[in-house]
């Protein structure tokens, strides 16, 4: 790293020294070792070996973390380190002791009508100098709202002028695009909200997700991004944007009431289905339920609604027809001129096939055995799969194929020896110990400490879970998982409410506000 850091000693213009440190610093946050603490080894561990080199070139790389540190102990370690080598006599690099004085001009917003993906374009100016230390720059960066709003891209640029005219011109030559102003403090909050997912993403593990890779030119620029959006202020708290379940309801009775809807000929299947449509707009596309695109039809159609919703066999007839009709009525608050509403419409029985195979069969469509399904669902009621599913995960791997009778999730010993197997690593055989065919099984069986407050916990969280009570419990789970909570988490989160209501009155409410 220091040899690499020579290359900052050539450099005249701040901006080309922050690229550079930038750019080092996403390469050290990319190593991944397991067992080993990047951020301790490479980030700390670096930095006190700088100060101990006290070389010129360790001064321009602690001034360079200085101000694109990726945490505020790194930043404020390097800078101690920095003024440590200038008291030493060491030279600063020709582009100054701190990089990091630019501030933010002016904020924009880039976006086709469909909505799918954001364009921010933030323009930044020295605080202080002349000639090229004044020069402006832009900071554009891609958001994808498809993929859950991460970063997609991102780069710099100092022709902001020839930038600001182009994308003023597209946007008055295309109507499907808008190109706005918009304040620093939105900047702040659509940037950092995007940082926070691509790093939950990035630092996702197997067991909790599909992970995110960042292209080398993004991941080269993360720092900088990181350090430029803490020059935006942050917009101040006010009334909360969460859709509750009753705007959610008058939003779906007022287009079960439009002309749009008219067709739609059974009218309980078609609520159930706007329902889950304005579920997926507030929860997985940050509170824009009326957007849509035919990418987004794409996701709810064929990822998200596989993985949250099992639908009804009438609902899953609906589905195709009331989310059309949900387009026709929703694209005119979108503003989408009519051929994006076709196309947008079309793109729903492109997607109709492929979602109606999905569906035909639960059992196959979900991975699981029949079994499987008879105990989960022993009162056919379909639409509590998933929520079951969530409770009692091992069911549907093969871990438990050959001890299927121990682990009946529908009597009371079968769901406490799941409970303890999927939470503690216990297994809490229920069958008496002459039953056990061999000193070695009944080895394996033997009964482990566990805390038994935390698997009553448990236990009355399952039953919950299992009969839908309260009726907003799954849906304040799916809200978490949404929103990239990892199991485990989403698990504590209910104990926690469940814990601290003091009666279901309280419970559905504190549910309500996750």
Same mark, same amino acid.
């Given at each position: 790293?220091?040899? =690499?850091?020579? =290359?900052?000693?050539?450099?005249?213009?701040?901006?080309?020294?922050?690229?550079?440190?930038?750019?080092?610093?996403?390469?050290? *946050?990319?190593?991944?070792?397991?067992?080993?603490?990047?951020?301790?080894?490479?980030?700390?561990?670096?930095?006190?070996?700088?100060?101990?080199?006290?070389?010129?070139?360790?001064?321009?790389?602690?001034?360079?973390?200085?101000?694109?540190?990726?945490?505020?102990?790194?930043?404020?370690?390097?800078?101690?380190?920095?003024?440590?080598?200038?008291?030493?006599?060491?030279?600063?690099?020709?582009?100054?002791?701190?990089?990091?004085?630019?501030?933010?001009?002016?904020?924009?917003?880039?976006?086709?009508?469909?909505?799918?993906?954001?364009?921010?374009?933030?323009?930044?100016?020295?605080?202080?100098?002349?000639?090229?230390?004044?020069?402006?720059?832009?900071?554009?960066?891609?958001?994808?709202?498809?993929?859950?709003?991460?970063?997609?891209?991102?780069?710099?640029?100092?022709?902001?002028?020839?930038?600001?005219?182009?994308?003023?011109?597209?946007?008055?030559?295309?109507?499907?695009?808008?190109?706005?102003?918009?304040?620093?403090?939105?900047?702040?909050?659509?940037?950092?909200?995007?940082?926070?997912?691509?790093?939950?993403?990035?630092?996702?593990?197997?067991?909790?997700?599909?992970?995110?890779?960042?292209?080398?030119?993004?991941?080269?620029?993360?720092?900088?991004?990181?350090?430029?959006?803490?020059?935006?202020?942050?917009?101040?708290?006010?009334?909360?944007?969460?859709?509750?379940?009753?705007?959610?309801?008058?939003?779906?009775?007022?287009?079960?009431?439009?002309?749009?809807?008219?067709?739609?000929?059974?009218?309980?299947?078609?609520? *159930?289905?706007?329902?889950?449509?304005?579920?997926?707009?507030?929860?997985?596309?940050?509170?824009?339920?009326?957007?849509?695109?035919?990418?987004?039809?794409?996701?709810?159609?064929?990822?998200?609604?596989?993985?949250?919703?099992?639908?009804?066999?009438?609902?899953?007839?609906?589905?195709?027809?009331?989310?059309?009709?949900?387009? *026709?009525?929703?694209?005119?608050?979108?503003?989408?001129?009519?051929?994006?509403?076709?196309?947008?419409?079309?793109?729903?029985?492109?997607?109709?096939?492929?979602?109606?195979?999905?569906?035909?069969?639960?059992?196959?469509?979900?991975?699981?055995? *029949?079994?499987?399904?008879?105990?989960?669902?022993?009162?056919?009621?379909?639409?509590?799969?998933?929520?079951?599913?969530?409770?009692?995960?091992?069911?549907?791997?093969?871990?438990?194929?050959?001890?299927?009778?121990?682990?009946?999730?529908?009597?009371?010993?079968?769901?406490?020896?799941?409970?303890?197997?999927?939470?503690?690593?216990?297994?809490?055989?229920?069958?008496?110990?002459?039953?056990?065919?061999?000193?070695?099984?009944?080895?394996?069986?033997?009964?482990?400490?566990?805390?038994?407050?935390?698997?009553?916990?448990?236990?009355?969280?399952?039953?919950?879970?299992?009969?839908?009570?309260?009726?907003?419990?799954?849906?304040?789970?799916?809200?978490?998982?949404?929103?990239?909570?990892?199991?485990?988490?989403?698990?504590?989160?209910?104990?926690?409410?469940?814990?601290?209501?003091?009666?279901?009155?309280?419970?559905?409410?504190?549910?309500?506000?996750?």
């Amino acid at each position: 790293m220091l040899r =690499a850091a020579r =290359a900052l000693l050539a450099i005249r213009h701040p901006l080309d020294a922050e690229l550079v440190v930038s750019e080092l610093l996403g390469a050290w *946050r990319a190593s991944r070792i397991p067992g080993v603490d990047i951020e301790q080894v490479l980030g700390e561990g670096l930095l006190d070996y700088a100060r101990q080199a006290a070389t010129p070139a360790a001064l321009a790389l602690l001034a360079g973390v200085a101000a694109l540190g990726s945490s505020h102990r790194h930043r404020s370690v390097a800078m101690r380190g920095a003024r440590s080598l200038v008291e030493q006599g060491i030279a600063r690099p020709t582009w100054g002791g701190s990089p990091a004085l630019a501030h933010p001009v002016e904020a924009h917003l880039s976006r086709s009508k469909f909505g799918d993906a954001d364009e921010l374009v933030c323009t930044f100016r020295r605080d202080h100098g002349h000639g090229p230390d004044a020069t402006e720059h832009a900071l554009i960066t891609i958001i994808d709202h498809n993929a859950g709003g991460i970063l997609r891209d991102a780069w710099v640029s100092t022709k902001v002028d020839q930038l600001l005219e182009h994308c003023t011109e597209e946007a008055s030559s295309d109507p499907m695009r808008n190109f706005t102003q918009i304040s620093h403090e939105r900047a702040h909050t659509l940037l950092t909200s995007a940082l926070e997912r691509t790093d939950r993403l990035v630092a996702a593990t197997p067991d909790e997700g599909p992970g995110y890779e960042p292209a080398g030119p993004l991941l080269a620029l993360l720092p900088l991004i990181r350090a430029r959006a803490r020059t935006l202020p942050r917009e101040q708290p006010g009334r909360s944007g969460a859709w509750r379940r009753d705007r959610r309801a008058t939003l779906a009775a007022r287009f079960l009431a439009s002309s749009a809807a008219s067709d739609l000929s059974d009218s309980y299947a078609a609520s *159930r289905c706007a329902d889950h449509i304005i579920d997926y707009g507030c929860d997985a596309d940050f509170g824009r339920p009326l957007r849509m695109s035919p990418r987004k039809v794409d996701a709810f159609m064929l990822n998200w609604l596989p993985r949250r919703v099992v639908l009804l066999p009438e609902e899953q007839e609906a589905m195709p027809h009331v989310l059309a009709a949900w387009i *026709r009525w929703a694209g005119p608050f979108q503003g989408l001129p009519e051929i994006a509403l076709h196309a947008t419409v079309d793109a729903v029985w492109e997607a109709t096939a492929v979602f109606s195979r999905s569906y035909w069969d639960p059992s196959s469509a979900f991975g699981l055995r *029949r079994e499987v399904m008879r105990r989960l669902l022993p009162d056919g009621d379909l639409a509590a799969l998933p929520r079951r599913m969530f409770a009692f995960p091992l069911l549907a791997g093969d871990l438990l194929s050959e001890n299927d009778g121990d682990f009946d999730p529908t009597t009371a010993a079968g769901r406490r020896a799941l409970l303890l197997l999927d939470h503690f690593g216990a297994y809490d055989d229920p069958r008496p110990a002459r039953g056990r065919h061999s000193a070695g099984e009944e080895a394996r069986h033997d009964r482990q400490e566990v805390d038994e407050e935390a698997v009553a916990a448990h236990e009355r969280l399952a039953d919950r879970l299992w009969r839908g009570d309260p009726a907003n419990l799954w849906s304040a789970a799916q809200r978490l998982l949404d929103r990239g909570h990892t199991r485990p988490a989403v698990l504590e989160s209910l104990l926690d409410a469940i814990a601290e209501a003091e009666d279901e009155e309280s419970l559905s409410k504190g549910l309500d506000e996750l």
